[in-house]
C-alpha cells in the first residue's frame, strides 16, 4: 500500500495516497474545485499550498510570482506527503469587473466586454476566468488588444447547455462578473516574426484569441504575408466576417478564409505554407487542434513553428 498523506483543505481533512493526482483527489473528495483542460493551460485548477510541498509535473507554467505565493495547479500535481491548501477564492482573490456591453454576432456567440475594476496588464491571447454570481468559475482566451481596446472582450459559445453558459444569457449591461487574472495560453505574437508568413486556424470561438493576436501583428506592422482560416458550423457561425473583411480591405498581406466545416477537408488539402519559416498559430476544440496540426505536419511546418491552444465545451 502506498503511503497515506493528510490534506487540510476548505476546512476537510481529507487521507490521500502519495503519489495521487491532486485534481482528482480534490474531486473525489467532494470539493467543487474548477477545471477545464487537465493539461496545465487555462489555469482554472490552482490551488495555493501554505504547506508542505506537491510534485509538480509543470512548474514553468505559472509565473515565478504566483509559485513565491504558492499557487500550483491540481490537475499538473502529486501529493508528497501532508498538506495544507486553499482553493482559490473569488472573492479574496479575485477582480470586479462590470459589463460594458454584450451583443450576439451569432445566434448561439456571445461577445462579451468587460470593465475591471483595476487596470490589468496583459498580453494578446492570454487567458482569464470568469465566474459569477453561482460562483462557477470557467476559463476564457482574451479577444481584446492591450493598449487599443478600453474592455476586456470574450467569446462565448452558448450551443450547448452548461452552467456557465446559461447563466451568461441572464447577463444584461452594468451586471458585475469575477475575473481571476492568469497568464496561461499556448498563443503569443513574436515581434521577431514580423517578415515570416503567419498562418493563423481556428474552429468556432477558438477565433477569440486569433483575433486579438492578428490585430496584434498588424498593429506592429507585420510584413510577411497573413493567413487566416476560420472553419464554423455553418456561414451564420462566422460570428467576425464582417471585421474580418474590413482588415482584408486595410491590410494587402492579410488573406481570410471562411470554410464551414463540410468544406474543411477540402480546404485543409489545399493547405500550402508560403515558405518553411512559416509560423502557425491555431485554436479550438482539442480534435479540432489535433486535425489542424496533423495537416501541418503533413504540409512540412516544423514542430516548433507551431503554437497551439485548445477549450474544451463543458456542459456543467
Same mark, same amino acid.
Given at each position: ?95 470586479? $469587473?462590470?459589463? !460594458?456591453? %454584450?451583443? *450576439?454576432? =451569432?445566434?448561439?456567440?456571445? @461577445?462579451?466586454?468587460? +470593465?475591471?475594476?483595476? #487596470?490589468?496588464?496583459?498580453? $494578446?491571447?492570454? !487567458?482569464? %476566468?470568469? *465566474?459569477? =454570481?453561482?460562483?462557477?468559475? @470557467?476559463?476564457?482566451? +482574451?479577444?481584446?488588444? #492591450? ?140 480534435a479540432a487542434v489535433e486535425h489542424f ?8 511546418l516544423p514542430r516548433s513553428q507551431l ?10
Amino acid at each position: 500500500m502506498p503511503p497515506v498523506s493528510e490534506l487540510l483543505i476548505a476546512g476537510k481533512s481529507i487521507n490521500a495516497a502519495d503519489n495521487a493526482n491532486l485534481l482528482d483527489t480534490l474531486l473525489a473528495a467532494g470539493l467543487a474545485i474548477p477545471y477545464s483542460c487537465r493539461a496545465g493551460s487555462c489555469h482554472a485548477c490552482m490551488v495555493r499550498c501554505t504547506q508542505g510541498e506537491l510534485l509538480d509535473a509543470k512548474p514553468d507554467a505559472l509565473s515565478p510570482a504566483q509559485r513565491a505565493e504558492g499557487w500550483r495547479l491540481a490537475c499538473q500535481s502529486r501529493i508528497r506527503g501532508d498538506l495544507a491548501l486553499e482553493v482559490f477564492d473569488p472573492q479574496r482573490d479575485g477582480i470586479a $469587473a462590470r459589463i !460594458h456591453s %454584450l451583443d *450576439w454576432p =451569432a445566434p448561439d456567440i456571445l @461577445r462579451l466586454r468587460l +470593465l475591471p475594476a483595476r #487596470p490589468l496588464r496583459y498580453s $494578446a491571447g492570454q !487567458h482569464l %476566468l470568469l *465566474w459569477g =454570481a453561482s460562483g462557477v468559475v @470557467r476559463p476564457y482566451s +482574451l479577444a481584446s488588444l #492591450p493598449g487599443t481596446d478600453e474592455w476586456l472582450e470574450f467569446h462565448i459559445d452558448c450551443s450547448r447547455p452548461g452552467a456557465f453558459s446559461s447563466q451568461v444569457r441572464q447577463l444584461v449591461e452594468g451586471d458585475q462578473l469575477g475575473l481571476g487574472e492568469l497568464h496561461g495560453g499556448g498563443l503569443h505574437y513574436d515581434p521577431d516574426w514580423q517578415d515570416r508568413p503567419l498562418l493563423l486556424l481556428a474552429a468556432g470561438t477558438g477565433l477569440a484569441p486569433l483575433w486579438g493576436l492578428l490585430r496584434e501583428a498588424l498593429r506592429q506592422a507585420h510584413q510577411g504575408p497573413i493567413r487566416l482560416l476560420h472553419v464554423a458550423r455553418d456561414p451564420a457561425s462566422h460570428y467576425l466576417a464582417g471585421e474580418l473583411a474590413a482588415l482584408t480591405e486595410a491590410h494587402p498581406n492579410l488573406q481570410v478564409e471562411l470554410p464551414v466545416q463540410a468544406e474543411l477537408a477540402a480546404a485543409l488539402a489545399n493547405l500550402q505554407l508560403a515558405s518553411r519559416q512559416t509560423i502557425a498559430l491555431v485554436c479550438g476544440s482539442p480534435a479540432a487542434v489535433e486535425h489542424f496540426s496533423r495537416r501541418l505536419y503533413l504540409a512540412g511546418l516544423p514542430r516548433s513553428q507551431l503554437y497551439a491552444d485548445t477549450y474544451l465545451s463543458r456542459a456543467s
